[in-house]
């Protein structure tokens, strides 16, 4: 009897972690096409410090697909994003494909809250994800707070 058992509880724990996996691609692809389209810089902090205005007026980041673009100071970043919206915190790894950092991977979090979206990046090359939404004088860590651009 209890072979049957074990075998009955293999089966069920299979088949549920057979019909989860379809549902974290959909929440994937849900949530890039959340990012989809144009957005400006609403705030940057970096080592606990706030970005110039300048500099953050600046901003640009669009996202088509898994294909990002970002432009600040004349500087054009191209690269491709990964997400993983399942875990407590949804993580994000861009992977820069041209520009300044070029061949950087660059691990972060992200919340998406209707037309905001906030970042909390390592530096492009870091290896420790950050684990909240804070940029410190002691830690490397760049928060972006981004909103969708509005149509004119």
Known sequence: MRP???IAVGLVVGLSAALAAPGKEKDDKDDIKKLAGDWTVASWKQGGGELGQEQVE????TVKGDKYTFEMDGNTEEGTIKLDPSKKVPTIDLTITAGNDKGKEQPGIYKIDGDTITF???RPGGTDRPKDFTSTE?????LIVMKRKKEK
């Open 120 to 122: 909390c990046f390592a």
């Open 4 to 6: 049957l058992f074990a």
């Open 138 to 142: 002691d830690d490397s860590n760049i």
């Open 58 to 61: 600046s901003a640009r980041w």
